[in-house]
């Protein structure tokens, strides 16, 4: 049976206190007591009165944490009493869990029901499964189950369509009603406009929403059809929910969406989208924020979208692509936005695993230098790859701006594209070289006292050598490749910059023979390993033609400066 100890979920939580810095304390803290979950984000908003909150962990952690957190603020929250912007039903208004990894959207909802069962019996607070976790169709949509809200909720308990999946049908005056569920990764997401009309935002919001306005006549009155239901027209983007909302903390109307998928609607299409609609309305939009977390990939490609409106290159550096996206979406309009934040990726990494790439050039020279054999010869090699490939990427970018080149913009953007990708793999390699060797220490290490374990020893001592020989060979392959780039810009690129691919290509071809003695060293001590012979018989033609292409581009970059 499935244990999944190492799955992960994500779990974000929203709760009906956006002011009470003491309350929402008490709640995460109930959180972080739970082994096994790791708190990411609490994201207050003073003029909805709700917190998104956003942890993540194992399944089993997780929806312990989540109970505690629903128990906690039921306990604290008085929806008697509350008031806020944003459409709510209970103490914990919606609860929904997303599978990151090692786990499927089906079992991420038997873990949805175990929590809400939990929930309705335990607590007394009526629970509804929405989305994927729905028991009806009617159900899926969390904007469906919300209607009415709070106030309306006393009398739409006791439909027999509106019947709670867990708990009794009573309604709870003072924890409300929670929806427990299970979606794909959302983004919460409110685009700012230069206007203090909700009617207006709310016509934005029309305009772009998936499920669009009610169809009106010629004199106002709502269309309906035979069964006597409103038409409705479909608005311009799928996946997409919105509304328009007055927010007092800033002073501004603003468009609050949920971007349920954005892969169907990226960020920056629906940003721009947005501007669009608020333009033909006569309003600006001035900004926008993040909501939680956002994954990387969403920031990335926006980052390239926009570069790809100015015609400037997109094969830059990871954290400059971040940089474009925040200033063109605005996000730092009302507050600060820090990527290290609000990022999910970077919100996961391990902060305590040190890594060789993290270092100053200084620090990586003095622990290569220093008394221990890792780092070595196999992480060196691959950085002086990291340095051949950068130095292409880098007469690609300037090539892609230079003036009177603009109609070649496109040509050199992909070239700096693919050096981006020779890096960032290299990168890796960098580090990974010196985890291989620690395998190898690892295996050594192993008890031999039995035959049993003499045998389970040998075999992971030449498992890891194995892996210790495709590292650097990953590593030549890889260098290999960037002598085509090279090529291409001293043949191209900017004539001013030839020389500088010239020494990319001999960095190139350093790595390559470094990586290559690398692997001979490993494979000396394997012998009839028919995966091994393969790999040398590689390493061999790669080494013997890189002298080649070194010489061709060395000979080029030298003609191109007489």
Known sequence: MKDFKDAIIECVPNFSEGRNMDIIRQITDEIERVEGVRLLDVDPGKATNRTVVTFVGNPHAVIEAAFQAIKKAGELIDMRTHKGEHPRMGATDVCPLIPISGITIEETVVFAQQLGKRVG??????????????????????????SGEYEGFAAKILRPEWLPDHGRPVFNERSGATVIGVRDFLIAYNINLNTTSTRRANAVAFDIREKGRQKKDDNGKVVKDAAGEPVWEPGILKSVKAIGWFIEEYGIAQISVNLTNMYVTPLHVLFDKACERAAARGMLVTGSELVGLVPLEAMLEAGKYFLRKQQRSLGIGEAELVRIAVKSLGLDELSPFDPQKKIIEYRLRDTN???????????????TAGETPAPGGGSVAAYCGVLGAALGTMVANLSANKKGWDDRWQEFSDYAEQGQELMKELLHLVDEDTNAYNHILAAYGLPKSTDTEKA?????????????????????????????LSRAMVEKGNPNCASDAGVGALCAHTAVKAAYLNVMTN????????????????AEKINAQADIKEHEVWRLALDKMK
Request: charged residues 30%; hydrophobic residues 45%; proline residues 2%.
């Open 456 to 484: 389970a020893r040998k075999a992971a001592i030449d498992a890891a050598t194995v892996y210790a020989i495709k590292v650097p060979f990953r590593t030549m392959e890889l260098a290999y490749k960037s002598f085509d």
């Open 353 to 367: 695993v040190k890594k060789l790439v993290d270092l100053s050039l200084d620090r990586f020279a003095q622990q």
């Open 121 to 146: 019996e335990e607590l007394y607070i009526p629970v509804y499964h929405y989305e994927y976790a729905a028991s009806a169709a009617h159900r899926k949509n969390l904007a469906d189950i919300r």
């Open 523 to 538: 494979a000396k001590g394997l012998k009839d390993n028919a995966e091994l012979q393969e790999i040398i018989e590689k």
